[in-house]
């Protein structure tokens, strides 16, 4: 519920940073803004959400291995208890979740980012995608940009997911109170969001070129995290080409961030209350 909620708010947003990562297009506001007004009069309202079934089909149990991973291992670390105070162990059972449910759901992503760069008559379903890749590029294709994946979601679940324990943990300290309400939860995420998307951002450039590698009219193949770090560097430059598409990032971000954290939190207590689980506890 999370992440379906949080991915379903800001997938316009999401398929136009990715448009605008595995292009050459320089990134503003003007022009993400031209691009979706481009694509709603173009092919209507429900095109600026392409690529969402795959979004889904990604994000629901990426985000429920991600999130019960990540209780396990903050019992596994015990990071879990009340006198825990360790940003370290924090910052590992975030990085922790997140490697579990990114190597679980990889190819999931991979498919999503490719529907949401090329026209429906290319790609019109997830399975599509897979039947196309599978015959033209062969298993290896599924985890194409694999490590650069691994590579970026160990900052990004580790600092997103220790960020939010960390002022869930402060605030407790501070007030008294055992949890904070659905407003400072949110707030909490947002601010987790924004560091996590900003600690990773360059290696989520990587990998969206070489999950799209020869799709958005360019030679180059993207085949290495460093040569594909060079080749963007030395054509688009650092903010134009590495960080391109990050003050996007940071609108999205904290947003869907927020949002997921914010939801599970409210979903996991309310669980907490019902009769069968309570007996089962």
Not at 195 to 215: N, W
Request: proline residues 5%; aromatic residues 12%.
């Amino acid at each position: 519920m999370a992440g379906a909620l949080a991915k379903t708010v800001i997938a316009p947003l999401d398929r136009t940073k990715i448009i605008f990562q595995v292009t050459k297009m320089s990134f503003s506001a003007r022009g993400a803004l031209h691009f979706l007004i481009k694509s709603y009069k173009e092919a209507g309202l429900l095109s600026l959400w392409r690529g969402n079934s795959a979004t889904m089909a990604r994000i629901v149990p990426y985000a429920a291995i991600q999130f019960t991973a990540h209780e396990q291992w903050k019992h596994f670390l015990h990071t879990d208890r009340p006198d825990s105070s360790s940003t370290g162990m924090r910052f590992l059972a975030g990085s922790l979740a997140g490697v579990t449910a990114q190597s679980i759901t990889y190819p999931l992503d991979l498919a999503r980012a490719r529907m949401a760069v090329t026209h429906r008559d290319m790609y019109g379903s997830i399975v599509q995608v897979f039947v196309k890749m599978w015959r033209a590029e062969r298993p290896k294709a599924f985890y194409k940009g694999f490590t650069p994946t691994m590579l970026g979601v160990v900052p990004y679940a580790g600092v997103s997911f220790c960020t939010f324990e960390t002022l869930k943990h402060k605030h407790k300290e501070m007030t008294g109170k055992s949890a904070p309400n659905p407003l400072e939860r949110l707030l909490f995420g947002a601010l987790a969001g924004l560091l996590g998307q900003t600690a990773s951002y360059p290696l989520d450039i990587v990998r969206r070129r070489m999950q799209t590698s020869g799709l958005n009219g360019c030679n180059y193949p993207y085949d290495t995290i460093r040569g594909t770090i060079h080749y963007v560097y030395r054509t688009e430059g650092i903010i134009g080409g590495l960080y391109k598409g990050l003050s996007m990032n940071w609108i999205k971000g904290p947003i869907a961030v927020g949002i997921s954290f914010a939801t599970f939190d409210i979903c996991q207590n309310a669980l907490k209350e019902l009769p069968v689980f309570r007996s089962a506890h």
